[in-house]
């Protein structure tokens, strides 16, 4: 059953929303990377949540008309009047009154889905309202989804994301030096609009499928993931539009497997299996990597200062020292240095006056900041380079045990 | 045009504004009610070192943002080689206060120092290999050539300072503007950047540089702009740098032993 949902063989509609879902995640992906990186996520629950009252007003105005009330790009373009609304509204106050943003984006977010459950309600008794379904654009509902829908959100996906590589490298600059590009006359303002614009077409596209409370998931979760396994920009926008399209595709696969499961909050969970894969998983900035790294850099500095110990004839009394020097057969069960023992202890102590002269001359800066008081000096200098410093320390080339 | 007035009263021809790489009239900045910088008028001199200088909250780094319109000021007018800011701002670089941004963001050193080609590159325009060749160029400039791959979170407060006058190097712009770029770096550092700062000098550009450490003005720069929400004193070093000025800029603020220091220096 899961195999046919994976290779979209479970019908018409399992198939149309799985190819909208993995469209709407890549979108998603790629345009929260920039929010995310501006340090700005929390925004788009706040433009999210400003689409209710949009959708909820477009159906009474287009029922009031005598038309259908549930026309798509009527309700979608009532949502995204709403957010735009709440947009300005959270812009002007964060920069005309003393209010800080995140209080801001509570007032607006509260305000607006308040007043949109309000409008919810009044539509429920109004008659016409019984076959409305409008809580469906709560948390998506794809059950009755058409053809028409899926072109919707396909085209709208794929114009965001159009938008998105167009205005990449301002929006860029401005998440990482909003300063600067003040100074380079770039409208600060203008492009941080345009990004929260872009985040709310991508929100308003995706309200059929994952719906307005769950759809700040799609747009944080992937670019945070990205974030553990890259350091480059480029490569968390691309890995996380990646992410959310892989979250997106196999989470509508997924619900459709099974009878009764809501296809918004699974794409969310599987995005979530992502993060947490990453969180734990990811080979530099994971968390194993880094428990890793502390139980590896700390057997490191109790061998180097092992050696160092013995190579000045001291007396070690710290068991976790010992023991390593013993398991590698530098030192004797009575704590005599063997033979290799005496070599790398020396040459320990060597590197230590090497190292004390690459890092205080200016020209070996590149080199000195990678000094850690462990590595050896011949993985960071040539053989030519330690030599000029060998001869820099001069004295006896050989050193005393 | 009409001759205009500067606070103390002497006047400034209309050709001296036109030749002067930024000039400020009347510039007036307030955070809410108190103001930052209080109707302060700067003629820069082109092809000149100068200092701004004066006591913490003085509005040093308020002056140089406002007058690249960073932060919008209540009124005053800039102009820059006798032309409104927006028409020249190719002619500008800024190097802003490196604690000004998040250094665990995701790039790379050469990465920052292509924001300086902005322009060139455009929105779409690819990296080539000749910008990345300027890059390098610039990076090797302020000696962190070494470091073009690194991720910039692993620099010290020293390098990122260097990195990012390498990013307002590339921009190739003939006024330069520094916000404290000595501040709370090595002195190996230090010695790279005033190295960069001369060479620019001699190559004919201006530079303006917000500065604190007293004891290196006369040695550094040739001329010097003291602020204390209003202008104090404004000229050569031997002209405006005097114990008196120095007296009236910081008030009570500066021991009587700095200034004898700085007087003595002086000769």
């Known amino acids: ?401 | 045009m009409l001759e205009l007035a500067t606070s103390e009263g002497t006047t400034v021809a209309p050709q001296d504004l036109a030749a002067s790489p930024l000039a400020i009239r009347g510039l007036t900045v307030s955070y809410g009610q108190k103001p930052a910088v209080f109707s302060v008028d700067m003629t820069v001199q082109p092809g000149a070192m100068t200092a701004i200088i004066g006591p913490n909250g003085a509005g040093k780094s308020t002056l140089l943002k406002a007058a690249l319109g960073i932060i919008t000021p209540l009124s005053g007018q800039v102009t820059v080689y006798g032309q409104p800011l927006d028409d020249r701002r190719a002619r500008i670089a800024y190097v802003p206060q490196r604690a000004s941004v998040d250094w665990d963001f995701p790039t790379r050193v050469i990465d920052v120092v292509l924001m300086g080609l902005y322009r060139e590159l455009g929105l779409l325009g690819r990296v080539r290999a000749r910008h990345r060749a300027t890059a390098m160029d610039c990076l090797n400039r302020v000696g962190m050539r070494d470091f073009a791959d690194r991720q910039i979170g692993q620099l010290s407060g020293g390098q990122q300072q260097r990195v990012f006058l390498a990013r307002a190097l590339a921009q190739d712009a003939d006024l330069y503007l520094l916000d404290e770029p000595f501040a709370g770096v090595d002195a190996a550092t230090e010695k790279a950047i005033i190295a960069v700062l001369k060479s620019l000098k001699q190559a004919g550009k201006t530079v303006v540089v917000v500065h604190h450490d007293l004891a290196t003005v006369t040695d550094y720069f040739d001329h010097v702009f003291l602020i204390n929400t209003r202008k104090v004193a404004e000229g050569t070093v031997a002209e405006a740098f005097t114990a008196e000025t120095l007296q009236a800029t910081y008030g009570g603020r500066l021991a009587t032993a700095q200034i004898d220091q700085i007087s003595r220096a002086l000769g």
Not at chain 1, 80 to 94: D, P, R, Y
Not at chain 1, 294 to 311: C, E, N, S, T
């Open chain 1, 1 to 401: 059953m899961l195999w046919d949902a994976l290779t979209l063989q479970l019908g018409y509609n399992a198939t149309l929303v799985a190819i909208g879902a993995t469209l709407l995640g890549i979108a998603a992906g790629v345009t929260g990377t920039f929010l995310f990186l501006r340090k700005r996520a929390l925004v788009s629950d706040a433009i999210s949540h400003a689409t209710l009252p949009g959708v909820c007003l477009a159906f009474m105005v287009m029922a009031a008309l005598g038309g259908d009330g549930r026309n798509l790009i009527g309700l979608l373009a009532g949502s995204a009047l709403s957010a735009w609304v709440g947009l300005l509204c959270m812009n002007w106050l964060t920069s005309r009154t003393r209010l800080a943003e995140d209080a801001a984006i509570g007032s607006v977010l509260s305000v607006f889905f308040g007043f949109g459950v309000v409008l919810l309600t009044v539509i429920q008794t109004m008659g016409v309202g019984r076959q409305a379904g409008l809580e469906g654009f709560l948390l998506g509902s794809t059950a009755g989804m058409l053809w028409a829908d899926a072109m919707v959100i396909a085209a709208g996906g794929a114009a965001t994301l159009a938008l998105v590589m167009l205005i990449r490298r301002p929006m860029m600059l401005v998440a990482f030096d909003p300063e600067y590009a003040a100074a380079r006359g770039l409208p600060v303002g203008r492009i941080d609009l345009a990004m929260m614009g872009l985040v709310m077409a991508v929100t308003v596209v995706g309200l059929k499928i994952v719906g307005l409370i769950l759809i700040v998931a799609l747009l944080i979760i992937p670019p945070v993931t990205a974030r553990f396994w890259t350091e480059r920009s480029d490569h968390v926008v691309l890995i996380s539009g990646f992410a959310g399209g892989l979250a997106g595709y196999l989470g509508a696969a997924l619900s459709a497997s099974a009878p009764n499961l809501p296809t918004g909050p699974i794409i969310v969970l599987v995005s979530f299996a992502f993060f947490a894969l990453s969180l734990f998983l990811a080979p530099v900035r994971g968390v194993l990597a880094a428990v890793l790294r502390h139980i590896r850099f700390q057997r490191r500095v109790h061998m180097r200062q092992g050696l160092l110990a013995l190579a000045q004839g001291q007396t070690i009394y710290e068991p976790l020292t010992l023991r390593l020097l013993r398991r590698a057969g530098l030192v004797r069960p009575d704590g005599v240095p063997t033979e290799t023992g005496k070599a790398r202890s020396a040459k320990a102590l060597r590197d230590e006056k090497r190292w004390e002269l690459v890092r205080a001359d200016q020209a070996h800066e590149a080199t000195a900041a990678l000094y850690d008081g462990l590595r050896d000096i011949e993985t960071v200098l040539t053989r030519d380079q330690i030599a000029e410093i060998d001869r820099r320390i001069g004295g006896p080339q050989e050193v005393r045990p």
